[in-house]
């Protein structure tokens, strides 16, 4: 028998027919207030009665919304294309993810609805949180120390970098919850071998934005940090995350989460993989439908741990050429505004690789003419579309196929 202080709250265990029946009673009334208030979605729901939507076959029949419909809706209609319900005056921050595509932060807490996923990783209230996701333009960060501060945990804001620093701050503030990427984990606490500090405080960890690679996980539970994964995105926050069975990322109770042919709208059969749709309850973004571009595939059963919702397999790839990189989604569009900077590149191609447990980027261009210091310049290039650094490496046209291909994303998980 599994004991109640494993779980957040009674959701977690409802049964199916429980779940179904108050998550679309609830989308009813999200599906009112959209219309009613966003000048987006009034528009994509002109048709819809909401009070028709009442179970999962009648919610495939909506319309899908996508990254590049949020970016068109943005340009036509800046800054958040009409999607938002409140004004700015209204919400506590603005975020931006690649595209540009700006999002609004509300000021509720556990805006990003973290705290499931803390609890199931075992923070409990009190623990400090050394949290080292960017606080720097991109949400992560902050919707992280939302849900710890929904638990009651204080939060230290590491951010990203300064590896040297932070370690010898983990060894003066002896954190027990570590949030971040678990490559820069990995980095951290080889760092405070390699300056004999102590970093054995750290024994949960909570991380995302990139592949969990089993030799990464295997080396720090070695040294007593136990991880659990999750699964999200800026316009979203929390998808779906691991509990301490490890056995497939269960899906969060504040969305509705379905899996559909990948670039088209009906839903794939139990299994099969398929693109992730999601739709949320959040009163001041009401993203309904919203396709990720993430593919998994549904896992049968539910989890051992004895939560009862859905699980998905985790993140198996894009169903289009972007590819996310240290936390960030890089797309072929990204790509292509690098190239139109210098005048001299006539191919180019992306590779995006991990050997080290650590994701890295490497730009190979082909040039019409060669000119000094082109190489440093398209690096600055990918820094400020990308907002991450690359490495530029001129090569011959014949090493760059003719397949169409912009994003060569050659990393392996597992």
């Known amino acids: 028998m599994v ?11 409802r049964d199916a027919e429980t779940r179904q029946r108050e998550q679309f009673a609830r ?21 819809v009665e909401p009070a028709t939507v009442d179970g999962p076959e009648a919610l495939a029949r909506l319309p899908v919304t996508r990254k590049p419909d949020l970016a068109q809706a943005q340009k036509s209609d800046p800054p958040f294309g009409g999607i938002p319900t409140a004004g700015l005056g209204e919400i506590s921050h603005v975020f931006m993810s690649p595209g540009p595509i700006f999002e609004p932060g509300g000021e509720d807490k556990d805006y990003g609805r973290f705290s499931r996923a803390l609890w199931a990783a075992g923070v409990r209230p009190g623990e400090l949180v050394y949290n080292t996701f960017s606080y720097h333009l991109t949400p992560a960060a902050m919707l992280v ?42 980095i951290l606490v ?18 995302g934005a990139e592949a969990l690679l089993p030799p990464v996980r295997e080396m720090l539970s070695r040294r007593g940090i136990e991880l659990c994964n999750t699964y999200g995105t800026a316009d979203l926050g929390l998808i779906s995350y691991e509990s301490s069975a490890h056995e ?56 051992p741990c004895g939560r009862t919702n859905m699980r998905i397999k985790g993140w198996m790839g894009r169903a289009d050429m972007s590819a996310k ?58 820094h400020s579309v990308l907002k991450l650094r690359g490495e530029v490496a001129i090569v011959e046209a014949e090493a760059l196929p003719d397949d169409g291909k912009i994003i060569d994303d050659v990393r392996k998980f597992d």
């Open 3 to 13: 004991a109640a202080e494993e779980f957040y709250d009674a959701l977690e265990t």
């Open 325 to 382: 990189v240290r936390g960030m989604f890089v797309h072929p569009s990204n790509v292509a505004d690098v190239v139109r900077r210098h005048p001299e590149i006539a191919k180019a191609r992306l590779v995006i690789d991990n050997q080290g447990g650590r994701d890295s980027m490497l730009l190979k261009i082909a040039v019409k003419r060669r000119a000094e210091g082109l190489a440093g310049a398209v690096a600055e290039s990918i």
């Open 145 to 186: 120390e939302s849900g710890a501060h929904a638990i009651g945990c204080p939060v230290f804001p590491g951010g990203v970098g300064n590896t040297e620093l932070q370690a010898q701050t983990i060894a003066t503030l002896k954190p027990s919850v570590y949030c971040g990427t678990p490559s820069f984990l990995k």
């Open 190 to 207: 080889e760092k405070c071998d390699e300056l004999g500090l102590d970093s054995s405080s750290l024994k949960k960890g909570l991380v």
């Open 248 to 303: 497939g990322m269960i899906i969060d109770e504040g969305i509705i989460v379905e899996l559909v042919e990948p670039g088209g709208s009906r839903p794939v059969a139990e299994g099969e993989i398929g693109e992730v749709v999601v739709t949320t309850f959040n009163p001041v973004y009401p993203l309904i439908r919203f396709g990720t571009g993430d593919l998994s595939a549904v896992l049968a059963g539910a989890s």
């Open 27 to 47: 989308l009813k009334r999200q599906l009112d207030h959209a219309k009613a208030k966003s000048r987006f979605f009034a528009e994509r729901l002109k048709n």
